[in-house]
C-alpha cells in the first residue's frame, strides 16, 4: 500500500512542555482543531486496549524529558525523523482480527538532545511503515516535517539555542 501526505497548509510550531533535560514542542497545522501529539492522545485513548501503551509511551516521554535528555538510544530512526518507542521496544500481539500489533507509534523529530518536535502516529499493524494503514500517514508526515525543519535550520530561518528553538514571531513551517 502506498500512502501520498502532500501538505500545503502553514504549520505553527508551539513549545509544549519543558522538563530539566528536554523541551518538547509540537506542531499546529493551520485549519486543525488540535496539534499533532494532541490528535494522536486523543485517538489512542479512545480504544482501551491501547491506553496502556500510550500511558508507557508518556511516562517514557516525561522520563526522558526529566532525567536522561533526547539521547539517539531511546529513538527509532525513522528515515529524515525518529519515532518512540525505542528501537529495541517490540511488541507483538494478535487482536480479535487476527491482525499483528507491533505497538505504537509517535513519530518526532530528535532536534538535539535538548529538544524534541512531538508529531503524532498510531498503532502499527504492518512490518513496515510505509505499508501500514495506520501509521503510514504519519510516517510520510513525519519525514516531510523533518525536510521541512532540517531545511529552515540549513538557511538560519529556525535556530537552536540549549533547549529553546527560536524563531519569528511570525514564523510559519511550509509543508
Known amino acids: 500500500m502506498i500512502f501520498t501526505y502532500k501538505l500545503s497548509l502553514p504549520a505553527e510550531i508551539l513549545k509544549y512542555k519543558e522538563f530539566k533535560k528536554v523541551t518538547y514542542y509540537v506542531l499546529h497545522v493551520e485549519g486543525r482543531g488540535l496539534h499533532e501529539f494532541e490528535d494522536f492522545q486523543v485517538r489512542m485513548n479512545q480504544i482501551e486496549r491501547y491506553r496502556t501503551e500510550l500511558q508507557k509511551m508518556i511516562t517514557l516521554i516525561s522520563e526522558i524529558g526529566e532525567n536522561h535528555g533526547a539521547l539517539v538510544e531511546f529513538f527509532r530512526n525513522e528515515r529524515a525523523a525518529e519515532a518512540l518507542p ?4 517490540h511488541y507483538l500481539d494478535v487482536n480479535e482480527g487476527g491482525a499483528e500489533e507491533y505497538g505504537l507509534r509517535l513519530y ?7 529538544v524534541v518536535l512531538l508529531l503524532n502516529g498510531d498503532m502499527k499493524i504492518a512490518h513496515k511503515a510505509d505499508d501500514c494503514p495506520n ?3 504519519h510516517f510520510k508526515f513525519a519525514n516531510q516535517v ?5 531545511k529552515d535550520i540549513e538557511d538560519g530561518t529556525l535556530s537552536i539555542y540549549g533547549k529553546d528553538i527560536e ?3 511570525d514564523y510559519i513551517l511550509n509543508l
Open 167 to 169: 524563531m519569528d514571531d
Open 135 to 137: 501509521c503510514g500517514k
Open 146 to 150: 523533518a525536510k521541512a525543519i532540517n
Open 86 to 89: 525505542q528501537p529495541w521496544y
Open 108 to 114: 518526532c523529530l530528535r532536534l538535539t538532545p535538548d
